[in-house]
Structures are given as structure tokens and as C-alpha cells.
């Protein structure tokens, strides 16, 4: 089984917010995850509230061979600097 690191879409109507999760990449979006890893929120006000990461689970997955999609490998290169 393929792993992959993706947003899965919560919040409401034009209120968007995303969990970070590691889940099966043949799976559904906003289907079963393996593990919750963070949220994003893109409406944030400041740089520090917009995402919410927990690294140490991030970096065992990556361990693992799971792959972040592009959009998540984006957010977690604005960590890194």
C-alpha cells in the first residue's frame, strides 16, 4: 500500500480549513486517514496561526516512504526556512 501525505478539506462554505494526514493514496479525499498530522488554515491572519504541523509524526512518515503531495511538500518547506 502506497502511503501519501495530503489535505483532506474540513470547515464550511468559503470557510475552508484542511487537515494534514497520512492516509492510503487510492483512497477518497476526505476519506479514512491513517494519522492526523496538523491542519493548515488558509485564512489565517498571521503566518504563525495558518499552519500547525507535528514534525516528529511528519518526518517518521516520511521514514516510512510516504510521499506529500505538492501542495503539502510546499507547506512543509515554508517550515523549514
Same mark, same amino acid.
Given at each position: 500500500?502506497?502511503?501519501?501525505?495530503r489535505?483532506?478539506?474540513?470547515g464550511?462554505?468559503?470557510?475552508?480549513?484542511y487537515?494534514?494526514?497520512?492516509?492510503?493514496?487510492?483512497?477518497?479525499?476526505?476519506? /479514512?486517514?491513517?494519522?492526523? &498530522?496538523?491542519?493548515?488554515?488558509?485564512?489565517?491572519? *498571521?503566518?504563525?496561526?495558518? %499552519? !500547525?504541523?507535528?514534525?516528529? /509524526?511528519?518526518?517518521?512518515? &516520511?521514514?516510512?516512504?510516504?510521499?506529500?503531495?505538492? *501542495?503539502?511538500?510546499?507547506l %512543509? !518547506?515554508?517550515?523549514?526556512?
Amino acid at each position: 500500500m502506497s502511503v501519501s501525505i495530503r489535505l483532506s478539506r474540513q470547515g464550511a462554505k468559503k470557510n475552508p480549513n484542511y487537515l494534514i494526514v497520512a492516509t492510503s493514496s487510492r483512497g477518497k479525499r476526505d476519506g /479514512a486517514c491513517l494519522e492526523n &498530522l496538523g491542519q493548515y488554515f488558509p485564512k489565517a491572519k *498571521t503566518a504563525k496561526e495558518k %499552519l !500547525k504541523v507535528n514534525l516528529e /509524526a511528519v518526518n517518521a512518515w &516520511l521514514a516510512k516512504g510516504a510521499k506529500p503531495t505538492q *501542495t503539502v511538500g510546499q507547506l %512543509l !518547506k515554508t517550515l523549514a526556512e
